[in-house]
């Protein structure tokens, strides 16, 4: 064999070996060193409200009692495993564009209504998003996802303030368009008044979904699969309502 016949097969044969070798390794690279790691998980600490003032101090059930409003400080969004050409990725997108109204009566939350722009929630990848929106979520359709309280979640005795606890909570989430009864586990957090600060309280939580539940498929397109199931998940502050 002549050695310039020999040259281009050697040649040949190191860039599809480089070329193989950077189809492994491209997706762990993106997610190592390229991709934004996923957003953690919201919780809830004693320990993030153990400077206040009234931190430990038993509740006055009147700063609690009454109509209560979303505000600053809240998101929601979701948590998808995909494969990305063999790789395990783990996606999660925010949006604090949330807004919503709760009904206290001392222990007792009696009502709760949610609504969150879907149209709005990001990732780490423009094209990943617009997918998710038009092909996924159909948000031109049904921009909002909503969730509504059906069953009064009660609390065996007033906490203290800044002390985290867990409760059950019963509800009909709607996403693109399909109404689905959920249950889940959720963490609470009252603070008392101090100063010129009025009473706060805070709610955390993740709710697992099937996405074909609510009529969305999951993306499959060759180099990247994403998990059938799902979780979305929020952190939510709210205020008594002037």
């Known amino acids: 064999m002549r050695k310039s016949a020999k040259t281009l097969i050697i040649t040949a044969v190191c860039v599809t070996a480089v070329g193989a070798l950077a189809a492994i390794a491209a997706p762990v ?7 934004a790691p996923a957003a953690d998980a919201p919780r809830l600490s004693a320990d993030d409200s153990a400077l206040q003032p009234a931190a430990g101090e038993p509740l006055d059930p009147a700063d ?5 409003t979303i505000g600053a400080g809240s998101f929601a ?19 604090e564009a949330i807004t919503g109204t709760l009904a206290i009566d001392a222990l007792s939350l009696h009502e709760a209504n949610f609504s969150v722009d879907v149209s709005s929630i990001e990732t780490d990848n423009s094209q990943r998003d617009n997918y998710f929106r038009t092909q996924v979520a159909h948000t031109d359709a049904h921009p909002s996802a909503t969730f509504v309280l059906s069953s009064p979640v009660t609390v065996p005795a007033m906490p203290l303030s800044g002390e985290v606890i867990n409760q059950e909570f ?11 009864e959920v ?14 600060q009025p009473a706060s309280a805070e709610v955390s939580g993740q709710i697992p979904i099937v996405f074909s539940d609510f009529g969305m498929t999951a993306p499959e397109l060759g180099f990247v699969s994403v998990e059938q199931t799902g979780i979305i998940e929020f952190s939510l502050s709210a205020q008594p309502s002037q």
């Not at 690279?29 to 991709?35: G, N």
């Not at 609690?64 to 209560?68: I, L, M, S, V």
């Open 29 to 35: 690279i993106y997610r190592d060193f390229i991709a």
């Open 64 to 68: 609690f009692t009454g109509e209560w």
């Open 77 to 95: 969004g979701y948590r998808v495993d995909e494969v990305l050409n063999g790789t395990a990725v783990t996606v999660t997108g925010r949006t």
């Open 170 to 180: 019963t509800g009909n989430l709607t996403i693109n368009g399909v109404t689905k």
């Open 183 to 196: 249950k889940f586990s959720a963490q609470l957090r009252a603070n008392a008044p101090y100063a010129d």
